[in-house]
């Protein structure tokens, strides 16, 4: 159970931040129209989340403290706040979409209006935060968000052909009647969805809540190695589903109520029961982490009194800041502004913010005044490197591609 | 100063890089109505799934419901683009109102499939519907130039 418990921490952040309502309609759209044309982007993003998370959680382990106070501390006050504006609007931007994503996931369960449910969502998550210890929080949506597995076993039910899809994930192409601007918005997006600063912020404040040392350095890349790919294989999945179902017969992906329909072909009532309890459990999870990430990134900027481990009137500001983020998103949601369409700019705008988040690491797990021996070696940082010159590439071109796109219509 | 002229150079070669990708990137009236006509297939081709997986039980009334809202939406949305294109020609025109026209028996077939799960009736003359629907939508944005 101990060993169960270990592992909570990636499944939790990899099923909350891989397969959060980003990526859910991020994928879907992606597969509906362009197949799986795009895997190398979800590939690449994969690939990137594991190195930085890996290197987020060393820290952590290893300095005792987060990302945030170090970044702080070692790269000075106005870069600190830089990062600290960039990452709270994106955060505020996911949480947003987050709880407009449980209040569509429980209109596809109840057929109540998402407009009715978006308060009740949000109480949800502020009592969760509030009164629910960290390892319970983990374990439960972790492991209830594993039934997304049903997006896995719906694409092997559909019994498509095998060869097609691997043609169009080997060798991707535009499809007819699609411009390569916006694939290449969609590549981005992808690519934005899959390394959200949220996730590694999340993933070095739960080390810290956890109480990781350097002892727990193992357990860490066990934790990314297992989670993250879990993730990437779950968000592969959504898109094939889509490019199996959808795709022939010209549906594009707008709603969530679309991307639940190939599970539904293929394993009927019961794989939809599965896959709403796993949507409604990995946005909730997703939900949360973005809400203490939100919580622990201006707590941390600022100095002050932070965590779950501690009781609420210890971390008084820590908790405040959490419910007026959780207003802001309700407030967001109440003039009926679209949480799927918040929730594609929120993708992209991460990706626009993705040099504020993995430059400062990558800078910190280079120090040896805080990391001594456990300092990234040779190949990590030329891999880092390597991928902060993508990270650039995606954070200039994201913008133009958004405008010229029109956002990927 | 050699190195401040080469930056404003470089700035605006940059602008008008950025300036000519966007204007390029612009669709032509025929191309938004092809892009109304493709959005309201996937909102009939949608609506027709969901009450197809319906009819065979695959899939519950919340999510058949939810999913035909959610095509009224996508449908309401593409008449609303249509709806607000700035047309020169007499020719543009007609193409908008057959478009149009179009979109709103695609509202009354999504509609009509609504009402009568709702009541509980067949869903099989609702589908034939869309589906024709669907075939005719695809005609009208082959016409259009869509490709694909």
């Not at chain 1, 449910?117 to 502020?126: E, M």
């Not at chain 1, 070696?377 to 880092?384: E, R």
């Not at chain 2, 009224?72 to 020169?88: I, P």
């Amino acid at each position: 159970m101990k060993n169960l418990s270990g592992f909570a921490l990636g499944i939790l952040t990899a099923i909350g931040a891989f397969v959060d309502i980003g990526d859910l309609v991020t994928n879907a759209v992606v597969g509906s129209r362009f197949g799986l044309g795009l895997t190398w982007a979800l590939a690449l993003g994969v690939a990137g989340i594991l190195l930085f998370a890996q290197m987020s959680g060393r820290v952590a382990a290893v300095s005792g403290r987060t990302i945030f106070e170090i970044v702080r501390e070692r790269l000075g006050p106005r870069a600190g706040l830089a990062n600290l504006v960039g990452s709270t609007f994106i955060n505020v931007m996911s949480l947003t979409a987050q709880v407009g994503g449980i209040a569509l996931a429980l209109q596809l369960a109840s057929s109540v209006d998402y407009l009715l449910w978006v308060p009740v969502a949000a109480f949800g998550l502020w009592i969760v935060v509030w009164r629910t210890k960290f390892s319970v929080l983990e374990n439960v949506t972790g492991l209830l968000g594993l039934t997304l597995i049903v997006f896995a076993v719906a694409v092997f039910l559909l019994g498509p052909d095998w060869g097609s899809l691997a043609r169009q994930a080997a060798l991707p192409a535009v499809p007819s009647g699609e411009q390569p601007a916006t694939y290449w918005y969609y590549a981005i997006a992808l690519f934005g969805a899959s390394m959200t600063p949220y996730e590694v912020f999340f993933y070095s404040s739960g080390a810290i809540e956890e109480k990781w040392t350097v002892k727990d350095l193992t357990r860490s890349r066990i934790n990314v190695l297992i989670g993250f790919p879990l993730g990437g294989l779950l968000s592969l999945s959504i898109a094939a589903g889509a490019a199996i179902v959808l795709m022939p017969q010209s549906i594009q992906v707008t709603s969530l109520s679309q991307v639940v329909l190939p599970v539904a072909a293929a394993g009927g009532k019961v794989a939809l029961a599965f896959v709403i309890v796993g949507i409604i459990a990995a946005i909730f999870g997703a939900a949360l982490e973005t809400t203490l990430s939100s919580g622990y990134t201006i707590a941390q900027f600022f100095g002050w009194s932070w965590g779950k481990f501690r009781r609420p009137a210890n971390a008084a500001r820590f908790h405040v800041t959490m419910i007026l983020c959780l207003i802001i998103g309700i407030a967001v949601l109440l003039t009926r502004a679209d949480p799927v369409l918040i929730t594609e700019y929120s993708v992209v705008f991460a990706a626009v913010a993705l040099p504020l988040t993995y430059l400062p690491i990558l800078i910190v797990a280079n120090d040896r005044q805080y990391m001594g021996e456990h300092v990234n070696g040779k190949a990590t940082n030329a891999l880092g490197v390597g991928y902060l010159v993508i990270i650039m590439v995606a954070a200039v071109a994201a913008i133009p591609l958004m405008i010229i796109t029109g956002a990927g219509a | 100063m050699w190195h401040v002229r080469t930056g404003r150079t470089t700035a605006a070669a940059a602008l008008c890089v950025l300036l000519a990708t966007i204007l390029s990137g612009c669709a032509t009236p025929r191309e938004q109505l092809g892009a109304s006509v493709t959005q309201s297939i996937s909102a009939v081709q949608t609506a027709r799934l969901a009450i197809t997986l319906n009819e065979h039980g695959a899939s519950t009334f919340a999510i058949t419901s939810t999913a035909l809202t959610d095509a009224l939406s996508q449908l309401t949305d593409a008449a609303h683009a249509a709806t607000e294109l700035d047309l020169s020609g007499g020719r543009d025109s007609s193409a908008r109102q057959a478009t149009l026209a179009l979109i709103r028996q695609s509202t009354d077939a999504v509609n009509a499939a609504r009402e009568a799960m709702n009541e509980r009736r067949s869903l099989y003359e609702a589908r034939t519907r869309l589906g024709e629907l669907a075939e005719t939508l695809t005609a009208e944005a082959r016409r259009l130039g869509v490709p694909g």
